[in-house]
Every structure is written in structure tokens, then in C-alpha cells.
């Protein structure tokens, strides 16, 4: 039975049962900022089992993609040795929010795993909470003659945290049979593969009180969770995660580009095919490499799988190309990869050149650091440490290149240096607020806000809530507030727009909106404040919005559509938005490309905008469901989730065509004019471009024409003649300074002291305001009249001393140059470096430069 089979024949089952079917939420929580990665089905329902949040359904089933690489609950390192480890995985759930509890909840898993699959209930035996009689008894009722251990550990106790809901739990096991090592769960011989969990039942029958005490919850709820490869691996047969249909077509490409297959290959197999799915689908999901956070925890997955490419003998990039075979893998289960496809290549392809030009720079380091260490020896931990944490190499990397040196590393110190740095950079959350729980409250009591601004600017609504200082109240007579009406024209942020500013007025009171923001993804709230009278619950209020920010923000967000059409057209459909900013004054956009964009480029960029905005092309936005959206072509934010019903805006004919809620232009020659201020580098393959249009673009024009102006009369040449003209004047500036210089060497060299000791000439020059070039190309005079001998040059600036020793080649037996620059710099407080030949530093004490002089002739 194919995994592609279990999944739909499970969310049929639980269809059938009256479960809502939801899509699985992305990688990247969207209500949790605590949480680093969805790693459980139940994520996306928190708030609901918390009671902060209702939907309109009681029970629910999912496949939810799931990723357990960092945080609280890491599986990374486990990954390649056990059967059963992955650090992404997929979860089938079924969860009931206050209807169904125990009985129906057993009897739906048995009958699922019993008659839908065909499981033998003779290899199946449960686990419960060893007080839980209730789970027991029904257990006894549903499967007469099971096997039930009871379990008196957390195992078999599931708590949300520290207070909270909480319950025991009742899990399935499947027993792989006499040929597999290993004891039954809860018995002395307990380990092993032998009997593997396939399905937890989690009873949410308490909340867990801050003095311990557990109290029945008013609404009993279930969280399950079923493992996908586990159940593919019982139904085809395989004792071995990674040996079902998910893995085979990855497993036969590595194999191919490898050119192996032995069985102490396999844990790299392994590695390597469960981490290109957690890297594909963190990137369809919008995170990228980086040094913090997600983007580091990608990172460390895309470095382990390329150091298990090296073991196997793989010595260039080829995550890359091995993602394509995931994707055909999973790209109908999940069509976000199929969309990200060309995306989800560049993004590793320019990681694993990155990564094999570090590993090059790293192996120096570390063949340096083990200079002097003899055989036996070990590497200093610290040192280990930085290769991993500079380098990327892991551990057992330079335990593995040190191994034919026989040289050892200090584990023990490696590991104080990694625990350091893991209390530096432990995850504390995303950084986004998490929302109040007022406002979850009044979700409860309010009606969704019905948003008119799509078709007007202003309107006459009621005022249902306002919240000051996080509390629901029915008056504001003073200082700042939210206020939430029935309906408002008022656009909340979202999506990268700002929201919207304006005014609110009732027959008692007058507001100043600053802000407008959306709450539980229903509630609409009017950021105000209040500059006259007072408001009050219930009163009629008349709603204006600030028509003309509004047309400069629609202006800018339809301008950031077609900046990405165009981008995609230049560049390819590799390039995706990764994130958005606009306002009134500019807009950003920040979007996947490997490399900086020329002048040359952004200059096309600019020119395509700017002849769609001149076509005045119309601008036609519509609801339609999001199958039928996606089918026609229309392009939606990676990791974003969506409802059954979405918004699309089309420019012209198809010249730009996404998903999108936000407000905009009715036609491209309202934008007026489009112009880039800046691109650059955010992150490991995304760019980031600001620009502005309309009004700030007319504004931008002026300056640029005054400064031209300003240009041309200082330079007493026409407009059109500044630049060969700056270039003349630069040219002859060039002379000058090449004069200067050419002046400033013979000075020197006209005051240079030559004296002779043991031997030896020694040249000494001192100088003023000489730069580093100046220095050497001093050095270098002097060496052209006298390749023997040591040069000693001593250069004051305003606030240091610069000093240059370089030593002739048939001295250098007998002088080090940097040996001579430390005994000049110890009288200067200074520092710096250099070899035999040629060494350079500087230092604070301009008193003291005589005596740094005297002794390095002194030293020779």
C-alpha cells in the first residue's frame, strides 16, 4: 500500500466520520512565535484546545508536515543511525474540540487500523496511563483480548506546559515480530524496534492549575497523531523507515551520483534523503539559510547532508539537483514544492558552492592549528569549535581528517564551547507578537468585521468594542484606543501593506485613526486618538478614510506587483517574493536570487515597470475558490495559508496575476512613474530592492535635476557634458596626487639616515601623513637602490605611528622582519605583524617614536 493511498484513505475515513479536512498548516508556526517549527498536528489548533479561539467545526483530521530539527524537540542527530528517526516527517491527526472523547476516539483508531488497513489485531497491544480505568474498560469493550500496559511515566501523560490542559494518553504498537531485537513497552527488556509506536491518543481531560491541581476540563477534547512512514512501513513491509516508496526514487539517485552501494553507506543514504526533505520544504515554505533562528537550523541540515555527500565520495554540489527527485515524490501531496521547484534548487545549489568554498578555507585553518601537534596528540577543543562554528565543520568531520594524522580532539572542551554558544543563540521565539487575549475574548462575543474598503473610502458603522490598556471598556474619554465597528472601509496591515489612517467621528467625539490592525484574523481595530469629546459603546460612527495616503499606498503595493513581474521575467521564475513593505512614502520588496543585480539590469527592471504604468493597463481584482485561482496561473506567497476563497489581482492581460488582499491602483497610470533607490543583499540568496512611484518619484527627479544644475554651473559646462568633464577633472586630480607622492618619496628619501651595524646597513626614514601604499611603495624605492640591508621606516599621523621594517633577502638567515617591528612596537603600545621579509604595525605613544627607532637598530 502506497503512502499516497494511506494518506487519502485516512482523510476519507475521517471524512466519513463528520471531521473537517483542513490542509496542513506551513512548516513556519503562524500562531506560535515561541514555537521554531511545526513538529505535531495539533499546532494549528492551539488556541483552540486553549479555549482562546472557536471554529465552526467540533472534529477535524489533517497530514500535517511536521519538522523536529532544533528547539525543544531535535531528532537532527539521531537521523541516519536509527530506523526510525527523521527530522521531517508527515502527521496524520484527527482531533475533537469538546464532542467526542474516549470511546469514540479508540473506536475510530481500531477500526481504521483493523478494517480500513487490515491489520492483525493479534500484533497490535496499547499502552495507558496507569490510573486511567476509564481508557482501560473501553479498550477491554473495543478489542477483547489486546494486550494493555499500563505505563506510570510522562510517557503516558501529556501536559501543554505548566499549567494548561493536560491528560493521559493511550498509544498503539505494532509488533515487527520475533526477527526484530527488543521488549514490550513498560517491561525490563523495553527498547529495541521490535514493537514500534504507530498512533498516540492524547484524552485532554484536565487543565493543570499553577499548585498542581488537575480539574476536569468543561470541554474534553482529543489530539492524535500517527506517524505516516511508520504506518507505510507495517503496510509495505519494511523494517526500515527509509526503505518505503517516500524514499526510493531519492535513495536510487543518491546512489547513482555516488556511485556506491555497500551497507556502510547506508546511514548516509539515509542522512541524505531525509534531509533534502526538511531543506525542500523549508524553503517552499519561506525559510532561508542564515545565521540565526530557522534560517540557521536550515543551514545545519544543508551542511550535514553535504558532509554525508562527502563520505560517499560526492565531492560537488548535488543537493540541488537530488531536491528535483523529492519534488516529483511529493510535489501531489503537497503542490507548494512544485511551485518552489526552481526556487528550492538555486537556494541549495548557491549554499553548496558557498559551503564547499568554506570547507576549502576551513581545511587550511585547521592544518594549521594542528601544525606542531605531534602523533597521538590531541586538538585543542576550542579550536574544534570554531572550525564548527566558523566553518561549518561538524565534529566528527575533523575527527574524521584527523584520524590518519593520529590526532585526537579535546571532546570535552568542544562540547563546554558548543553548550556556551547554544545559551547564546537559544531560540526565544520569532519575534512576532503574540496576540492578547482580550482579543481572543472578544472573538467569542464579536461577529467577523466586514471590511467595504475595496469599494469605498468612507461609511457609517456602530462601535461594538474598545479596547484600552488591554481591556474590553465601554467608554474612551481620554488617550489612545482601539475601537472595532460592524464594518469599516478602514484596510488592516497585512500582507506587507501598512494599514490605514484617517479619521472617526460620532455625534460626541472625534478620533484621529493612526493605525488599523486585525486581530484573530477577523477583528478589524482602528488605532485612534481621541482628539475631541468622548465614545462610546453602540455609537454611530462615520468612518473617513485618508484618501490620499490611500491612492499613494495602492499606488506602491500595485508598483511591488509588477516589480516582481518583471524581475520574473529577466531573471526567471526562480525569483519569488520573500517578504514585503510598502507605505505611503516606498516600497520594498524582498524576493530569491542568487546574485546582485547590475546597474545595467535594474535599469531594465525600471524601464519594463515604467512602460506597463505608461500602457495604463487595467487593474481587475476578483474572489474566486483557490483551486481554481492556482489553476489559472495565479501566483501565492510561499508558506502562506489561505482560505477555500481568495482575492486575485490582475494587471493588463496576464503581465502580473497573484493572490493578494491588499488595495490598489485601478489602472497602472495612477502609479504615475516607478523608480529604484537601492538593491542589495539580505540574506544567503535573497536581494532586496526599495523603490518609490508617484508623487516621491516626481520629488526624487527634482532633486536629481537641482543637483545636476548645482553640478553643471560649479563645473561651468552644460548638462550633458558633467561627465566627461568630472572625468577630466579627476584625471588631472590623479596627476596631482601622483606628483604629491612622487615629491613626498624623494623628501624622504633625501632625509633617509643610513647606518651600519654588525655588518649590516640600516636604513632608517622618518615620515609624515604617509598612507600604507605610500609606505610600501617607499619600501620598495629604497630596496630598488639597496637590496641588502633592513629598511626601517617610522610614519606620524594625527593620532598614531605607523612603522615598516622589511629585511633584505640575504639577511634574512640571520633577521626576522616581524621579530624586528615587536621590539619597535613595544615603546609605541602598539601591534601588528608580518614574516620574514616584510612586517607592518602601528601604535599610540608619538612621544616615544625616537626610542622605538633606537631600539630596533639597537636589536640588529
Not at 468594542?465 to 465597528?485: M, P, R, Y
Request: neutral net charge; charged residues 25%; proline residues 3%.
Amino acid at each position: 500500500m502506497l503512502t499516497s493511498d494511506i494518506r487519502r484513505d485516512f482523510l476519507k475515513f475521517f471524512r466519513n466520520c463528520g471531521h473537517e479536512l483542513l490542509e496542513s498548516s506551513p512548516i513556519v508556526p503562524q500562531n506560535d512565535p515561541s514555537l521554531l517549527f511545526v513538529n505535531a498536528g495539533m499546532v494549528q489548533f492551539k488556541n483552540v484546545f486553549l479555549g482562546l479561539e472557536t471554529r465552526r467545526y467540533k472534529r477535524a483530521a489533517t497530514v500535517q508536515k511536521c519538522i523536529r530539527a532544533g528547539g525543544k524537540h531535535n531528532d537532527l542527530d539521531q537521523v541516519g543511525f536509527t530506523a526510525r528517526h527523521h527530522t521531517f516527517f508527515e502527521m496524520l491527526g484527527n482531533f475533537s474540540f469538546g464532542d467526542y472523547f474516549k470511546e469514540e476516539a479508540i473506536n475510530f483508531a481500531w477500526h481504521f487500523l483493523t478494517r480500513e488497513l487490515g491489520l492483525s489485531p493479534h500484533k497490535l497491544l496499547v499502552t495507558i496511563f496507569h490510573t486511567d480505568k476509564e481508557a482501560e474498560l473501553i479498550w477491554k469493550k473495543v478489542a477483547p483480548g489486546i494486550a494493555i500496559i499500563p505505563i506510570a511515566t510522562a510517557d503516558n501523560f501529556w501536559s501543554m506546559g505548566e499549567v494548561g490542559p493536560c491528560g493521559p494518553c493511550s498509544e498503539i504498537f505494532y509488533d515487527l515480530g520475533d526477527g526484530v531485537a527488543g521488549g514490550m513497552p513498560g517491561t525490563p527488556d523495553e527498547g529495541g524496534d521490535r514493537y514500534m509506536e504507530i498512533w498516540n491518543i492524547v484524552f485532554m481531560q484536565f487543565e493543570q492549575q499553577k499548585n498542581g491541581e488537575k480539574i476536569p476540563l468543561e470541554k474534553q477534547s482529543i489530539d492524535t497523531g500517527i506517524g505516516l512512514e511508520r504506518i507505510a512501513s507495517v503496510m509495505q513491509g519494511k523494517k526500515d523507515n527509509y526503505l518505503i516508496d517516500l524514499f526510493g526514487n531519492i535513495i536510487d539517485r543518491i546512489k547513482t551520483i555516488s556511485a556506491t552501494n555497500h551497507e556502510n553507506t547506508y546511514p548516509s543514504y539515509k542522512v541524505i534523503a531525509d534531509h533534502i526533505r526538511s531543506i525542500s520544504f523549508l524553503i517552499a515554505d519561506g525559510v532561508f539559510p542564515s545565521n540565526e533562528g530557522r534560517g540557521y537550523v536550515l543551514r545545519r541540515i544543508l551542511r550535514r547532508a553535504m558532509r554525508h555527500g562527502s563520505l560517499i565520495h560526492i565531492k560537488k554540489p548535488f543537493l540541488f539537483g537530488l531536491s528535483d527527485a523529492l519534488v516529483d515524490t511529493m510535489k501531489d501531496a503537497y503542490p507548494e514544492l512544485g511551485k518552489a521547484r526552481a526556487v528550492i534548487a538555486s537556494t541549495i545549489l548557491k549554499e553548496e558552492e558557498n559551503f564547499l568554498e568554506t570547507l576549502e578555507r576551513g581545511l587550511k585553518i585547521l592544518q594549521a592549528d594542528i601544525k606542531g601537534i605531534p602523533s597521538g596528540g590531541v586538538l585543542n577543543g576550542e579550536k574544534a569549535f570554531k572550525l564548527y562554528d566558523t566553518y561549518g565543520f561538524p565534529l566528527d568531520l575533523t575527527q574524521d581528517i584527523l584520524k590518519s594524522e593520529h590526532i585526537g580532539v579535546d571532546t570535552a572542551g568542544f562540547e563546554k564551547a558548543l553548550q556556551e554558544q547554544q545559551s547564546r543563540s537559544k531560540w526565544t521565539g520569532s519575534g512576532e507578537t503574540k496576540e492578547e487575549k482580550i482579543w481572543h475574548t472578544l472573538r467569542e462575543k464579536l461577529e467577523p468585521t466586514e471590511f467595504c474598503g475595496y469599494e469605498k473610502i468612507e461609511d457609517r458603522s456602530d462601535i461594538v468594542a474598545i479596547v484600552q490598556n488591554n481591556a474590553d471598556v465601554s467608554l474612551l474619554s481620554a488617550g489612545k484606543a482601539f475601537l472595532v465597528t460592524k464594518a469599516t472601509p478602514f484596510y488592516a496591515e497585512c500582507g506587507g501593506q501598512c494599514g490605514d489612517a484617517g479619521f472617526l467621528k460620532t455625534s460626541s467625539g472625534v478620533c484621529k485613526v493612526v493605525n488599523t490592525l486585525k486581530f484573530c484574523d477577523a477583528i478589524i481595530a482602528h488605532e485612534v486618538e481621541l482628539i475631541s469629546g468622548s465614545l462610546k459603546i453602540r455609537d454611530e460612527a462615520h468612518l473617513k478614510v485618508d484618501c490620499l495616503r490611500r491612492q499613494k499606498i495602492a499606488a506602491n503595493h500595485t508598483a511591488t506587483h509588477l516589480l516582481q513581474a518583471a524581475l520574473r521575467l529577466i531573471f526567471g521564475e526562480h525569483v519569488v517574493q520573500r517578504g514585503s513593505s510598502l507605505n505611503e512614502n516606498r516600497l520594498r520588496l524582498d524576493f530569491s536570487h542568487s546574485s546582485a543585480i547590475s546597474t545595467k539590469d535594474l535599469l531594465r527592471i525600471e524601464r519594463i515597470v515604467n512602460e506597463w504604468i505608461l500602457q495604463n493597463l487595467p487593474v481587475t481584482c476578483s474572489v474566486t475558490s483557490k483551486n481554481e485561482a492556482i489553476s489559472a496561473g495565479a501566483m501565492a506567497l510561499f508558506g502562506e495559508k489561505y482560505g477555500d476563497f481568495v482575492r486575485t489581482v490582475r494587471v493588463g492581460g496576464g503581465e502580473s496575476f497573484e493572490l493578494c488582499g491588499g488595495t490598489h491602483v485601478s489602472s497602472t497610470g495612477k502609479i504615475g512613474i516607478f523608480k529604484i533607490l537601492s538593491e542589495a543583499s539580505i540574506g544567503s540568496g535573497i536581494r532586496r530592492i526599495e523603490a518609490i512611484t508617484e508623487k516621491k518619484a516626481l520629488e526624487y527627479f527634482e532633486e536629481i535635476e537641482k543637483l545636476l544644475d548645482q553640478l553643471s554651473e560649479k563645473l561651468k559646462c552644460a548638462k550633458s557634458e558633467i561627465a566627461p568633464k568630472i572625468d577630466d577633472v579627476l584625471l588631472k586630480l590623479k596627476q596631482k596626487n601622483q606628483e604629491v607622492a612622487v615629491y613626498k618619496q624623494k623628501s624622504a628619501l633625501e632625509k633617509m639616515q643610513t647606518t651600519r651595524k654588525n655588518d649590516v646597513n640600516i636604513y632608517s626614514l622618518m615620515t609624515s601623513n604617509f598612507n600604507t601604499e605610500e609606505l610600501r611603495s617607499l619600501n620598495d624605492a629604497v630596496r630598488s637602490q639597496s637590496p641588502s640591508g633592513i629598511v626601517i621606516i617610522l610614519n606620524q599621523s594625527e593620532d598614531k605611528v605607523s612603522l615598516l621594517v622589511s629585511v633584505g633577502k640575504d639577511l634574512q638567515n640571520r633577521y626576522k622582519a616581524g621579530e624586528i617591528l615587536k621590539i619597535g612596537l613595544g615603546p609605541l603600545n602598539g601591534s601588528g605583524g608580518g614574516n620574514i621579509a616584510l612586517a607592518h604595525g602601528g601604535g599610540t605613544e608619538k612621544s616615544r617614536i625616537s626610542e622605538a627607532l633606537e631600539c630596533m637598530r639597537n636589536a640588529i
